[in-house]
């Protein structure tokens, strides 16, 4: 009901209490929680419903929710197990850049792993163990620096930032050439009459440039999402006290001149 309140999943015990005569705990949290992201995995978030998951643990819906009572809960644990996977240092290194990029990576695997995630709206964070442990490696690497905790939290919001909007656009991309069997190149090369048209008409200088001038689309994605993370490397260095700044950078480097199509980057 509105304005009931709501018990954190981290402060519920992990199996349900058993109440003299009632049936012996015969799952744990872990292998619900389990079956749900290999479900979500195969199918997407939708499928792993509580009626899903009971039907692949042999059990009725119903008793799961002695241990998960509700889908946000079993949203929340999903996150924070597939955090766990994220193969970070117990602490930061002292070279922040390297730590933050290793977090960058380690993040854009993991939701290419699992693009469920992607789907995910931004809503309340998630205080899990394994979530808290990438928490306390990503502030931790900025720390020293002697900055408010405001401005640190705004530096990790850019990384973050990054590395969600360009893996929900290459998850993006996966799901249409899936839906309507056009991977991103074909795709250029069937807009390019229009794209044609758009330039021709001189109305749309900026569009234009883009078009003629722009090779980050026709890098391997690796290179890609390094090229644009350096650039956020470099704003966030820009910030920190005492921080060396790195030397200008050229545009991409050397890129073959690219095709008359349209972009396609995140």
């Known amino acids: 009901m509105p304005g009931d309140k709501h018990v954190s999943i981290w402060m519920l015990p992990e199996r349900p209490q058993r109440s003299a005569p009632g049936p012996r705990p015969a799952f744990s949290r872990a292998q619900i929680t389990e079956t749900a992201v290999a479900i979500a995995d195969a199918e997407g ?4 419903s509580m009626r899903r998951i009971a ?10 929710y002695r241990y998960v009572p509700r889908r946000e809960d079993l949203i929340e644990l999903m996150v924070d197990a ?3 996977e994220m193969d ?24 290419q792993r699992h693009p469920w995630l992607a789907s995910l709206t931004e809503g309340h964070p998630v205080w899990g163990p394994n979530s808290l442990r ?12 002697g900055l408010a905790i405001d401005e640190v939290a705004s530096l990790v919001g850019l990384i973050s930032g990054y ?18 069997n056009v991977d991103m190149r074909q795709w250029m090369s069937d807009i390019g009459p229009y794209v044609q048209q758009l330039i021709v008409s001189g109305e749309h200088p900026m569009f234009a440039r883009i078009i003629h001038e722009t090779q980050t689309p026709w890098m391997e994605p690796d290179a890609r999402f390094q090229y644009g993370l350096d650039r956020v490397l470099d704003s966030i260095g820009a910030t920190l006290p005492g921080e060396a700044q790195p030397a200008r950078r050229s545009n991409v480097g050397d890129e073959p001149e690219p095709p008359t199509c349209p972009p396609a980057t995140p």
């Open 134 to 145: 990438v928490l306390e490696f990503t502030y931790g690497a900025l720390d020293g620096f």
């Open 55 to 64: 039907a692949e643990l042999g059990t009725g819906a119903m008793s799961l």
């Open 88 to 111: 970070l240092p117990d602490r930061p290194t002292g070279d922040w850049r390297a730590d933050l990029s290793r977090l960058a990576h380690e993040r854009r695997a993991l939701w």
């Open 45 to 48: 978030l939708d499928a792993a």
């Open 163 to 180: 590395v969600a909007g360009v893996v929900r656009t290459e998850v993006g991309w996966a799901e249409e050439a899936r839906r309507t």
């Open 82 to 84: 597939t955090a766990g």
